[in-house]
């Protein structure tokens, strides 16, 4: 008889969870992964691929505002949200379908129901049931940070904006990051007033300055307010449904149908019975778990947000499958951590893979070149939108080795996935001047630097 029931049970059907069940099936280990809400987890749900949806819709706004220049009549055009909503719903139910069938397909056993831990080797799951594992692997993600103030309960997150019942007139978004500004781009273009509210004067930190100030200058030209340096202090929902945010920046409060916290996301480890099993978390409540991705109980692993190293779906992907690779494959590897690509999905979006400016000169002082492309895209020319694209590269050293790509445009999520090859390959810039340009298009900007 076998001394364990499974020899893996996940917890968490997000990206890094599903994916390191069905990589440890196909090597051959009996797994069960239990979900509580829904297969696909953040990314699949409420997140990444349904905000997508809504960017793709939302640039139709521009789109058919401009249709007139290139020679078409769109009369009678209008936006139905519930439309949109329900479809792109219809296609997540789809996805969460094709989550399940891929796991069954390699024979993993899925438990829809909460588990949390009972021991080393067991979990206990919601109905009572008690399983033992060889290994356990806790992938459950975060969960969208609160506004932390008085009335924090009148305000919505990333989790509940894709099933609002009504496209907001009004909107205030709280917070400076990713989702803020995705959303401000979304709900703008569906024709809501909208309004980033930032406890500091920074947004977008982690990305080139100069590429989220041409954001910050598009977004005010167009229409988005930016009201920065505004902690919260409280949140007041009216008795006509609507709610009221008061700051501490000594300006007026604002009314609106909805008001948006995206202030971060915190790992999702609480009451999983991670404390009692003496499993390490740091003060952000995120599992502590070296390269090999184990936590300081031998027979626990934890992938992908609820570690809070990344948090980015093809980060925990990696990190799901090299666990799987470790530990049922017998090919123990890491995953690298470096010159990760990244966009922001505003409008126009940002790219982004290395160096920023700003950190390539505090690690390499003067021995950096930074080149700029300022540019108009072609069909902004035909279509009069005044929206320049802007693109630096970063090089390093005599040899010009590319350390960053920084891009704000259309398309440029698309366009530097290819582009940061250069980057994560360490080539010098020669290499992308020898490359002949693609004319014409935006992308060619990034071998003709001079
Ligand atoms: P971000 O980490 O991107 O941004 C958080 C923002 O909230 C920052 O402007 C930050 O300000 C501010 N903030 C942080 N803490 C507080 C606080 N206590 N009170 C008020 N403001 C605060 O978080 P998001 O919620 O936008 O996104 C969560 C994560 O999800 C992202 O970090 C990203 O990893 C992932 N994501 C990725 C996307 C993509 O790849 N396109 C899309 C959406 C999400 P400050 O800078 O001053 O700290």
Redo the contacts with the bound molecule.
């Keep these: 008889m076998a001394e364990f029931d499974y020899d893996l049970f996940v917890i968490g059907g997000g990206s890094g969870g599903v994916r390191a069940a069905r990589i440890s099936a196909t090597h051959g280990a009996k797994v069960a992964i239990a979900e509580e809400y829904r297969m696909g987890g953040t990314c699949v749900i409420r997140?990444?691929v349904p905000?997508k949806m809504l960017v793709y819709g939302s640039h139709f706004a521009e789109d058919l505002h401009e249709a007139y220049r290139f020679g078409w009549d769109i009369e009678g055009a209008k936006f139905d949200w519930p439309r949109l909503r329900d479809i792109v719903q219809t296609d997540v139910d789809r996805l969460e379908g094709l989550y399940a069938v891929n796991l069954g397909n390699v024979g993993v056993e899925i438990i829809e129901q909460r588990a949390v831990l009972t021991g080393p080797n067991e979990v206990q799951l919601a109905d009572g049931t008690k399983v033992s594992a060889k290994y356990i692997l806790v992938a459950t993600g975060g969960w969208?940070?609160q506004a932390?103030c008085p009335g924090e309960e009148h305000a919505l997150t990333?989790n509940e904006i894709f099933h609002l019942e009504k496209k907001p007139e009004n909107i205030v978004i709280?917070?400076?990051?990713?989702?803020?500004n995705?959303f401000a781009g979304i709900f703008h273009a569906f024709g809501s007033n909208v309004t980033i509210a930032?406890?500091?004067d920074?947004?977008l930190?982690p990305y080139d300055q100069e590429i989220v100030g041409r954001l910050l200058d598009i977004s005010v030209a167009k229409g988005i307010t930016y009201r920065l340096n505004a902690?919260?202090e409280k949140i007041e929902k009216n008795v006509d449904g609507t709610v009221t945010v008061h700051f501490k920046d000594g300006g007026p409060s604002q009314t609106a149908d909805v008001i948006m916290v995206?202030?971060?996301?915190v790992p999702n480890s609480g009451n999983l019975g991670l404390e009692a099993l003496g499993v390490d978390l740091d003060k952000s409540g995120a599992i502590t778990v070296g390269d090999d991705n184990k936590s300081s109980v031998d027979s626990i692993y934890a992938v992908g947000d609820v570690t809070n190293r990344?948090?980015?779906t093809p980060v925990a992907i990696r990190e799901g499958h090299a666990f799987a690779d470790s530990v049922f494959g017998g090919n123990p590897r890491t995953i690298s951590y470096d010159n990760i690509p990244?966009?922001?999905?505003s409008s126009p979006p940002i790219a982004s893979v290395g160096l920023t400016e700003d950190e390539a000169r505090a690690k390499y002082g003067e021995h950096i070149k930074v080149y700029r492309s300022d540019f108009n895209p072609m069909k902004n020319v035909v279509s009069g939108r005044d929206e320049r694209a802007l693109y630096k590269m970063i090089t390093q050293g005599p040899e010009e080795i590319v350390i960053g790509i920084h891009m704000i445009g259309p398309e440029s999520s698309e366009i530097l996935q290819g582009a940061a090859v250069a980057v994560v390959g360490k080539m010098p810039k020669k290499v992308l001047d020898d490359v002949v340009a693609i004319h014409p298009s935006m992308a060619e900007e990034l071998v003709l630097f001079k």
Aim: contains cysteine; glycine residues 18%; charged residues 20%.
């Design positions: 997140g990444c905000k969208p940070a932390g990333s709280v917070g400076g990051g990713y989702i803020a995705e930032n406890r500091s920074k947004i930190r902690p919260l995206a202030t971060g996301r990344v948090q980015l990244s966009a922001v999905f």
